[in-house]
């Protein structure tokens, strides 16, 4: 594997390097306007920029065999947000040079997430995002009250044990467990937050109403997998039905095994193909970006500011890249650099 570094930040321009940290089980603080939380990032076989290779017992674990790199994340969004308008996925900001037969491994992409957008081939900033809570491997959610501390509420991050699916509080989080809370009371997040919040029918009408639902509709008390989760939360409305704010703290560990990052860097996907990624990659980081949905309730464009991303306000991003650039090489070996 070449020498790699990685960075993590609230935003595309507050990266600061976190390589030291890779594969240690220590954590990164990530503080904004817009989320507070931790990351923790595992590469099988990762080399550093000094050349040294390094590993983690993440990858001897039984739960997690075969998977080959991992990104954790713990913390809470400091704004309301419908489940549906917080996005998971990989932004860049140049074209990308895509290997013939990608075609195969953008199908095999949608078969693990049904729930992904994306624009790989843009000739400006590709893309591909998917709601964070339908695309998330392992998702754990805890409900806060006003006078909780967050850390009694959850395990030591990263913790010992591997994440597991834990929605058991999700139903705390709903539209309509939010209409009697003091955070029904903030800025909504959404059109279905605001469509309940607005609601003038009385309270038995709507308890009514509450009741002729779950009986048509499966229990999200009901998750008790992580296919289940991602199966129900395919729907778009189920989604909007779920509202994050300051008192939801969420884990997720975004894990897979399909890249390969030792000896080289390559993507493997079922049936034997396989692709070379060292002769397609440009050197230009790879991002792996939390964010808002493009024109979502709270986005920047809806509340005035223009921007011309093809998605919203970041609220973290782990970036991936060389550990030296071609300038860097060059000014190395004495040369000057054009």
């Not at 395919?234 to 030792?262: A, M, Q, W």
Request: hydrophobic share 35%.
């Amino acid at each position: 594997m070449p020498p790699m570094r990685v960075l993590a930040g609230p935003g595309l321009d507050s990266l600061v390097p976190i390589t030291d940290i890779v594969n240690t089980g220590a954590s990164h603080s990530i503080t904004s306007d817009l989320f507070e939380g931790e990351v923790a990032v595992n590469i099988k076989g990762f080399t550093d920029p000094d050349g040294h290779v390094l590993d983690s017992e993440y990858f001897n674990r039984e739960e997690r065999k075969g998977v080959t790199w991992s990104i954790q994340v713990q913390g809470r969004f400091l704004q309301t947000y419908s489940a549906d308008d917080i996005l998971f996925g990989n932004t860049f900001d140049k074209p990308l040079k895509l290997p013939w037969g990608s075609g195969a491994a953008l199908k095999f992409m949608k078969f693990v997430d049904p729930t992904m957008d994306h624009d790989l081939a843009s000739p400006t900033k590709p893309w591909a995002l998917s709601p964070l809570i339908s695309t998330m491997p392992y998702f754990a959610h805890a409900k806060m009250n006003y006078n909780d501390d967050k850390s009694s509420l959850v395990a030591p991050f990263p913790a010992e044990q591997s994440l597991m699916d834990d929605t058991s509080q999700l139903t705390m989080a709903t539209v309509n467990s939010l209409d009697d809370s003091p955070a029904s009371s903030a800025s909504s997040s959404s059109s279905s937050l605001s469509s309940a919040t607005s609601s003038t029918s009385t309270t038995s009408s709507k308890k009514m109403l509450d009741l002729g639902r779950k009986k048509k509709e499966p229990r999200m008390d009901n998750l008790t997998t992580a296919a289940a989760r991602r199966s129900y939360f395919h729907e778009t409305n189920n989604r909007r039905k779920v509202i994050f704010g300051p008192e939801d703290v969420i884990t997720t560990d975004f894990c897979y095994g399909f890249l390969e990052f030792s000896p080289g860097l390559s993507l493997r996907l079922p049936g034997g193909v396989s692709f070379d990624l060292m002769k397609y990659w440009d050197g230009q980081p790879v991002r792996f970006v939390c964010c808002e949905r493009k024109n979502s309730p709270n986005s920047d464009v809806v509340n005035g500011d223009s921007n011309e991303d093809p998605w919203g306000r970041i609220f973290w991003c782990i970036a991936i890249e060389p550990a030296f650039t071609t300038e860097d090489e060059n000014v190395a070996q004495g040369v000057e650099s054009a």
